[in-house]
């Protein structure tokens, strides 16, 4: 999937509070997807770090991407599971976003995604579980 592809997917399939994320591609392949969420200080909350909400819904993402690349092609699935780990705040920067498709089934993809601050260090982790649903 090239670039245009990846955007016209992520307009056609994301809710609009996503998709006010404005999560671009950096790089897919069929291995993996990374994109960039840009900083906004509308990200933070009253703690003044980056919210939890928006890192879950970027690692989601994200992996509808590279899952949609390994397929070569946006599917219909479902996020069966997603399990984070916040190891850092994010106060300030953009992050990097990758997700990985570490085995797809039949029926279920298992992935992992990292989440990079602006400095390189992973932020957080995330591992998923989605359902093909054709």
């Excluded at 670039?3 to 609009?16: G, H, N």
């Excluded at 009253?46 to 991407?65: P, R």
């Amino acid at each position: 999937m090239d670039e245009k592809e990846i955007i016209e997917l992520l307009d056609r399939i994301l809710a609009p509070w996503v998709r006010a994320l404005t999560l671009t591609p950096v790089k897919v392949d069929e291995e993996s997807a990374t994109l960039r969420l840009p900083f906004s200080g509308g990200l933070r909350h009253a703690g003044g770090v980056i919210c939890g909400q928006v890192f879950m819904a970027a690692a989601d993402t994200a992996m509808i991407v590279a899952i949609s690349a390994a397929l070569g092609g946006f599917k219909p699935m479902s996020t069966v599971s997603l399990n984070i780990n916040f190891m850092r705040a994010v106060r300030k920067g953009d992050v990097m976003i990758t997700a990985r498709v570490l085995r797809m089934g039949r029926n279920l993809v298992f992935g992992e995604v990292g989440l990079f601050d602006e400095t390189g260090n992973m932020a957080v982790h995330a591992t998923t579980t989605y359902a093909l649903l054709d």
